[in-house]
């Protein structure tokens, strides 16, 4: 900890130390130990926030901080550490943005800098390095590192978006974007070629996928369960790069919810997300259901499983309506193909991660239909169905990269569509608003077809009588999606008619 504390000091100080340049108004005669005094409330307080206080946190400090604080650290051991106030109540420092954090931001806002990057970047890898300093660490210390991160970025979210900050533009190789929830299903279950080592782009950046995550519509808890497996990853892989012990942890995941919930986005997301922290090699995803696991034949099911698996070696294996493997009799050949699937996941344990996905109530039933299943997928994810708030979301954002602007009524009049729509079992969620959109274009070109010489607003403007009406127009999401219009003629906004 003691080479974090140092790092944070010196790169936050010299920020510091240009900033009272440029505010001359500011005291900067105790710019360091101000900074170590920040480095200290930052530690303590994560310390504090399992209130275990253990002596390898203790000595840490001791040893990190003794040169700054002599009188209270430069004998002390780790008993008498508990039995003083220094670190009682500590984890309150948490609760809110400091004022250095805040005077660093509000220079980033007049002058153009980025010592608010500094600071973020130096002061969540000092909170990873403290969590570090056990074995295992809690949720609640996780937890306090999504928070801090939440609110660093949350303070820094007027700043101009850049390939250094959260937000900003992906990096040189970075792939394309994936599709959001509720994409087709002929784009969603598009599986991407296993690239060799030579065609292999760079991994992308944490920070870049975790601000892709963050963006996408609703699926907070999601999001929260997502960061929280980061942490964790992100701890381990400290404490193994100081050859420090770790606790073994499954990394493969069940996520139950509707269809349309964006599960194929995160598990996207996460497959970048296990290759930059390196727990994969290539972080490609390979998606696949029961008909690319199960053969009719004897002897052949144990094939097509291991032919999925050699293609998702060094990433992710998605398992869609997993369930469906454990269908069927004692003789069913699902059944061989969960038994080949628990081999594999032990053989290539190091390699190779899987995402079970399906509904709530049948994931159970797939758990149970082998006895090495419960304890190779301790973690489920649930995805919940989108509000009708999230729903219009998800339409109008996939009307503007279109280039379609809904007017109020037509507002309107896709929110009562929603909101007529029963959240029963196969609601199509994200899904359900595509293919709204897509219906609302097609009905959209219908009407300005008859148009003499229409203008670009009467090409791009959507109106209620665009809209389906209930009963009108795909009802769960499951429906074909409707023939887009006509792209947008030059001089018109930019962008296809359909996502």
Request: glycine letters at 10%.
């Amino acid at each position: 900890m003691q080479k974090a504390v140092e790092v944070f000091v010196a790169d936050v100080a010299a920020a510091m130390r240009d900033v009272v340049g440029r505010l001359p108004a500011l005291d900067g005669r105790r710019l360091d130990q101000d900074v170590a005094t920040e480095a200290f409330n930052l530690v303590t307080a994560f310390i504090d926030v399992d209130k275990s206080h253990t002596d390898d946190e203790l000595w840490g400090v001791i040893f990190a901080f003794g040169r700054w604080m002599p009188d209270q650290l430069g004998r002390a051991k780790p008993d008498e550490l508990r039995r003083t106030s220094l670190l009682v109540g500590r984890a309150a420092w948490l609760e809110q943005v400091s004022p250095m954090f805040e005077i660093l931001v509000t220079a980033d806002q007049r002058f153009g800098t980025t010592h608010s990057r500094t600071y973020y970047d130096r002061g969540i890898h000092l909170a990873f390095t403290v969590i570090a300093l056990d074995a295992q660490p809690s949720r609640p210390e996780l937890q306090a590192i999504d928070d801090l991160r939440t609110r660093l970025l949350g303070a820094m979210s007027g700043l101009p978006a850049s390939p250094l900050t959260p937000g900003g533009p992906p990096g040189p190789g970075a792939p394309a974007a994936v599709a959001g929830p509720g994409a087709p299903a002929a784009e969603a279950a598009a599986t991407p070629a296993v690239a060799t080592e030579e065609e292999l782009p760079p991994a992308r950046p944490l920070e870049e996928l975790l601000a892709e995550l963050d963006e996408l519509v609703g699926l907070d808890s999601v999001k929260t369960e997502v960061r929280l497996v980061t942490n964790l990853l992100r701890v381990q892989q400290l404490r193994a790069e100081r050859n420090l012990p770790t606790s073994p942890q499954s990394r493969h995941l069940v996520f139950t919810g509707n269809p349309g919930t964006g599960k194929t986005t995160v598990a996207r997301l996460l497959a970048g997300i296990y290759r930059s922290l390196g727990v994969v090699r290539k972080g490609q995803l390979v998606e696949t259901d029961r008909s690319g696991l199960v053969s009719g034949y004897v002897g052949q099911t144990a094939l097509k499983v291991m032919e999925v698996a050699d293609r998702a070696t060094d990433g992710v294996l998605l398992i869609d309506e997993a369930y469906a493997l454990a269908r069927g009799g004692e003789n069913d050949f699902g059944r061989e193909a969960i038994d080949t699937l628990v081999k594999v996941i032990e053989d290539r344990r190091d390699e190779l991660v899987v995402i079970a996905a399906g509904y709530p109530d049948e994931m159970a039933t797939f758990i149970a239909a082998n006895p090495g299943l419960a304890s190779r997928f301790p973690k489920t994810i649930f995805f919940p169905d989108y509000t009708d708030d999230e729903l219009w979301s998800i339409f109008s954002t996939v009307g503007e990269k279109a280039g379609y602007r809904p007017d109020a009524s037509a507002e309107a009049k896709v929110r009562a569509w929603f909101a007529s729509v029963p959240r029963d079992k196969g609601f199509g969620n994200g899904r359900l608003a595509r293919n709204l959109f897509e219906d609302a274009v097609a009905r959209q070109a219908g009407r300005v077809v008859a148009i003499t010489d229409p203008t670009d607003e009467q090409l791009t403007t959507l109106v209620a009588e665009d809209i389906a009406g209930p009963g009108e127009g795909p009802r769960h999401g499951n429906a074909e999606p409707a023939a887009p219009a006509p792209a947008t003629p030059a001089g018109g906004p930019t962008g296809s008619a359909a996502p």
